[in-house]
């Protein structure tokens, strides 16, 4: 049976956690392979609407072992928390396993992210602010501590001494901020790592045997690819893997990349941003602050999970995410927020960059080139019946069967799914995905 990789294919918030939680029925393991706290899911159930930021999608189905994998920042405190608000609702959590492979957000990566934002002043990246980028720079310099760590103070001691001497002078030196007390984080971490132990364990392992045994395995991205530390708009980019290119979601779980059959591309109809960074679509008029605010007065307006902020809008840009569609080898596009839409007179896509009087059909490496460049707009035909109740392709107004073909196009890839609402059932199915 497949190992299936669902992405996000723009700057984030597609619609990942929606369109896991709807595969997951069909999945028996749902893992996690990237980024930290810093990014969230929201999932809508018979049971509510939740917001997830660690714990996979696939935890509402009783039946599905959840993972998340070594490729991940893992903050004890919010997981715990997450853990805690889930069993409280009824959910149980008793499937999920946690690699103790995967790197621990420490006390220190969260002073780090505020004061290095504070430092870079305008030239700030824009971050959650939750550690993951600090943390991802003491896992490559190879002072990070994992979560197998927390399980015993005699390896958790030692790692914390050394780790956080260095960085106290760090933070106290270089920033001028004030030193965290060592005892303190030791004591509290230990804690952490007893609550968290029974959780604790070899995902690797667990993907593996599933995939052995010919179960369905889902591997979920977080953050959007766009935002990849190697192929996004650097550097205003995360400091993880959120793209399945180079065999990111792979060693994320800790698997080859021949397992991996087919990779799922969440797109939505248009485009958004939160943080800094070059945005060529964006908009500032009446039909962003439109699209930002669509069902806010059900708690579903463009506003980041995470933080809370408003999200940047702009126009679906065909360039940025049909280089995407490349690096990521995507097979099939889930297409999200189709109902967004519904009402606009005219709706834009971006089809090309005007730099210099001459058209650019590739997304530029150089931030500064990337900031001049000017959007190429092709309009199309809205429609004005409403697309929420719709199950089946064909029922579609013509002018939505007419954009999401053009966006076949000019992604190259075939569009499988689309999302055209919050709830499970708001979905249309064009192609199997499985």
């Known amino acids: ?121 305008d030239a700030a990246i824009g971050t959650t602010g939750k550690g993951v980028g600090p943390c991802f720079v003491d896992k490559v ?65 667990v993907v593996l045997d599933a995939h052995r045994r010919g179960d369905t395995v889902l591997l979920e991205g977080a953050q959007g690819s766009l935002l990849d530390l190697d192929h996004g708009t650097y550097p205003y980019v995360t400091s993880s893997v959120p793209s399945s290119s180079s065999s990111g979601a792979g060693l994320g779980v800790g698997i080859g990349p021949t397992a991996i059959q087919r990779v799922v591309g969440v797109f939505k109809s248009y485009s958004t941003r939160v943080g800094n960074g070059p945005f060529p679509t964006e908009l500032f008029d009446s039909t962003a602050e439109r699209l930002r605010d669509h069902g806010k007065e059900f708690g579903r307006g463009e506003y980041g999970t995470t933080t809370g902020r408003p999200r940047r809008i702009g126009w679906l840009d065909a360039v940025s995410s049909r280089y995407s569609v490349r690096f990521n080898g995507l097979s099939a596009l889930a297409l999200t927020r189709l109902d967004v839409l519904d009402g606009l007179e005219t709706i834009k896509i971006c089809t090309g960059y005007e730099l210099d009087g001459k058209v650019v059909d590739t997304l530029p490496a150089r931030q500064s080139v990337l900031e001049r460049v000017r959007p190429i707009y092709e309009e199309m035909p809205g429609w004005t019946d409403a ?27 075939p569009v499988d799914l689309i999302s055209v609402g919050p709830s499970r059932e708001q979905a249309i199915i064009v192609n199997p995905i499985f």
């Open 1 to 121: 049976m497949p190992i299936v990789v669902v992405v996000g294919g723009q700057w984030g918030d597609e619609g990942k956690g929606r369109i896991v939680d709807l595969l997951a029925r069909k999945a028996r393991v749902v893992a996690r392979y990237s980024a930290g706290n810093n990014a969230g899911h929201t999932i809508v159930n018979e049971r509510g609407e939740f917001k997830l930021h660690l714990v996979p999608a696939g935890i509402f189905y009783p039946d599905k072992t959840c993972v998340i994998g070594n490729g991940v920042a893992v903050d004890p405190e919010v997981l715990l928390d997450e853990i805690t608000n889930l069993q409280e609702k009824g959910i149980d959590t008793s499937r999920l396993v946690v690699s103790d492979r995967a790197q621990v957000i420490m006390p220190w990566h969260k002073e780090l992210d505020r004061l290095d934002e504070a430092m870079r002043g």
């Open 141 to 205: 310099a190879r002072r990070g501590i994992r979560v197998a760590d927390l399980l015993r103070p005699e390896d958790l001691n030692p790692r914390v001494e050394t780790a956080l001497e260095y960085q106290n002078r760090v933070i106290t030196g270089v920033y001028g901020g004030e030193p965290i007390d060592m005892s303190e984080c030791i004591e509290k971490y230990h804690q952490l790592g007893l609550r968290l132990a029974p959780y604790v364990g070899d995902a690797q392992a």
């Open 387 to 413: 697309t929420s109740e719709v199950r089946n392709f064909d029922d579609l107004p013509k002018a939505a069967q007419a954009f999401i073909r053009r966006v076949e196009q000019l992604l190259e890839c």
